[in-house]
Nanobody, 123 residues
């Protein structure tokens, strides 16, 4: 079992930045594929960014490419999402997720989920 706790969400003006963190426990973090996903009201959950256990594979949602960056610190059992040039359409609940086994960017393939953190971008 894996426990995930997100932090760092909040309210920010358009053009601003936020950094989300996700602390993992319960399993060897370095073996986990990690991802950030988001869900806005009335919309499906979508990929924001994903990162393989060894850092060799990385994917981004089309709408965040060039603005967001995912990284991990295996020594701290933490994955990060640096969000720059935020837009009102980035407003959503952001979820950290983890999976064992092979790497996927599809949210349906992730076994473990955090409780989510709200990000609100004002115009």
């Amino acid at each position: 079992q894996v426990q995930l706790v997100e932090s760092g969400g909040g309210l920010v003006q358009a053009g601003g930045s936020l950094r989300l963190s996700c602390a993992a426990s319960g399993r060897t973090f370095s073996s986990l594929q990690m991802g950030w996903f988001r869900q806005a009201p009335g919309k499906e959950r979508e990929l924001v960014a994903s990162l393989s256990s060894n850092g060799g594979f990385r994917d981004y949602g089309v709408s965040v490419k060039g603005r967001f960056a995912i990284s991990r610190d295996n020594a701290k059992n933490t994955v990060y999402l640096q969000m720059n040039s935020l837009k009102p359409e980035d407003t959503a609940v952001y979820y950290c997720a983890a999976r064992s086994g092979v790497y996927y960017a599809n949210p349906l393939m992730y076994e473990y989920w955090g409780q989510g953190t709200q990000v609100t971008v004002s115009s």
